[in-house]
């Protein structure tokens, strides 16, 4: 089962990179320029999802590979607790990032919206919001896309429907894109 899975893993990353290595490289690129405008980025997602939000924005906040890279500003929706049940409960789960976008996002922002099944409510209301507010807008996803391949600016679909595949190629396209800003941040 072990051989099978790693195969499968292997697979679906070097048909998903393949597929979208441009739009990997050209979303890093766009994150270079809004952070360099004084921009910031957002990411969010639901459970793995959400750690994988937070794993990216810790890297980009504190250190991918080179600990001399100055902190670049990124911003994780799902950590702040107090934030999330306040707006669950005072309006609805499918507000939690939408809400939170008011308050954030504006036209130098790259958004990063994460949902395996591109279908999550409360990610695609985020997006459209961030849309409406003219950030850039990222989707990574799985399966077919879903309904976030109507509202991004790019939507990295990994080919797959296993959730699994799907977080471990996610994992591997925000390490990429941190890489990037890694090498560029530095120079």
Do not use: W
């Not at 890093?28 to 969010?44: D, M, P, Q, V």
């Not at 890297?59 to 911003?75: T, Y």
């Not at 976008?101 to 459209?128: H, M, R």
């Amino acid at each position: 089962m072990i051989s099978e899975n790693l195969k499968e893993h292997i697979q679906v990353i070097e048909q998903t990179v393949n597929t979208y290595k441009d739009d990997i490289s050209f979303i890093a690129n766009t994150c270079i320029k809004r952070l360099e405008a004084g921009g910031k980025i957002i990411i969010f997602g639901n459970g793995g999802s959400a750690a994988d939000a937070q794993h990216m924005a810790a890297e980009l906040v504190g250190s991918f590979s080179n600990k001399k890279r100055p902190a670049i500003a990124a911003i994780a929706l799902t950590t702040d607790t107090s934030t999330l049940t306040s707006i669950s409960n005072d309006y609805s789960y499918d507000k939690v990032f939408s809400r939170q976008l008011e308050a954030f996002a504006s036209e130098k922002d790259v958004v990063i919206g994460i949902s395996t099944s591109g279908n999550s409510e409360n990610v695609i209301n985020a997006l459209k919001l961030a849309k409406e507010r003219r950030s850039y807008v990222v989707g990574l996803s799985g399966n077919n896309g879903g309904l976030m391949d109507t509202v991004c600016d790019k939507n990295i679909i990994v080919f797959s429907n296993h959730t699994s595949r799907i977080q471990e190629t996610h994992i591997f396209i925000e390490h990429s894109i941190c890489e990037i800003l890694d090498k560029h941040f530095l120079d």
